[in-house]
């Protein structure tokens, strides 16, 4: 198959017929890999990262020092042009059970999920605008992931 690399040089029909085949083999979906986030940004459909401390706790606005367990990074409100939350700027929001943390969303998601350090405490549901997490038992939310 030295005739490709020649652009002076034409392969003969069969040359070329075992080449495109080598090159379809390659794409069959068998020997791809399903890269999600990939054909999200594609069909414009990416993931939501909601840090826990953008959430609202118990339907009251409350200060986001009285909120978080954890220092704010110094930084945090200097994101420009859309910049994703770095992993230490998703500081972390206690919630015990009975208390509630709402995010308002413009609409339902398909699907979320939550960082938390007790993830099988934390469920979520969509009531009248808004995704709210409630908990079991006293949990430490990272952030929740929306999937629109």
Known sequence: MGAIADPE????????AAIL?????GLSVDRCDVRTPILRALFAEPDLDLPAWAG???DAETALADLVCA????????????????ENEFVPVDLE?????????????RAWSI???????????????SLTLSTTALVRIRKVVVRT
């Open 71 to 86: 220092e704010l990074p110094a930084d945090i409100w200097h994101h420009t042009s859309g910049a994703p939350y770095a």
């Open 56 to 58: 609202r706790r118990d």
């Open 9 to 16: 040089q034409r392969p003969d029909p069969d040359e070329s």
């Open 21 to 25: 085949e080598e090159f379809l083999e």
């Open 97 to 109: 059970p009975g208390q509630h943390l709402s995010f308002d969303l413009a609409r339902e998601p």
């Open 115 to 129: 960082d938390a350090d007790l993830p099988h405490a934390v469920s979520g549901r969509w009531d009248r605008g």
